[in-house]
C-alpha cells in the first residue's frame, strides 16, 4: 500500500470543503517532491461525479512563474502559510491550520 496524498481539511462553508493537499510527484521539475495545494470542492453531494474540484498550488522554495519551486524537496520543511483566498474565506480557521510539511525521503 503507498500513501499517494493527504488531505488536511481547514473548514468549510455551504456544500463546500477547503482544505490542503498534499501529493507525492515524481518526473517534474524538481524530479520528486510533494506538491501543495489548497483545495476545495464544491457542491458536495450533487452533480454527476458527487463534487466538482478546483485548486491553487504553492510556490514552496520562491515566487515564481515557474512550477520548479513548488515542491517541497527531500531533506526540507515547509510550513504552510494561509492564502488570501482562505484568509477571506474564513480567517480565524486559516490562521489556526498551520501544518508543517517535513519531508524525509521519497521513492521515485
Known amino acids: 500500500e503507498k500513501l499517494m496524498g493527504v488531505h488536511i481539511p481547514i473548514t468549510s462553508r455551504g456544500s463546500t470543503l477547503y482544505s490542503y493537499w ?3 510527484r515524481s518526473g ?6 510533494l506538491s501543495v495545494h489548497i483545495s476545495w470542492f464544491d457542491n458536495i453531494g450533487g452533480g454527476q461525479f458527487g463534487a ?4 491553487l498550488n504553492y ?9 520548479g519551486d513548488s515542491f517541497v524537496l527531500p531533506g526540507t520543511c515547509y510550513h ?4 488570501m483566498k482562505m484568509l477571506e474565506i474564513d480567517p480565524l480557521r486559516s490562521i489556526q491550520v498551520g501544518p ?5 525521503n521519497l521513492s521515485e
Open 28 to 33: 517534474n521539475p524538481a524530479k520528486i517532491g
Open 22 to 24: 498534499l501529493s507525492y
Open 80 to 83: 504552510i502559510s494561509p492564502s
Open 52 to 55: 466538482s474540484y478546483n485548486s
Open 59 to 67: 510556490d514552496a522554495h520562491g515566487d515564481t512563474d515557474t512550477t
Open 100 to 104: 508543517v510539511v517535513c519531508v524525509d
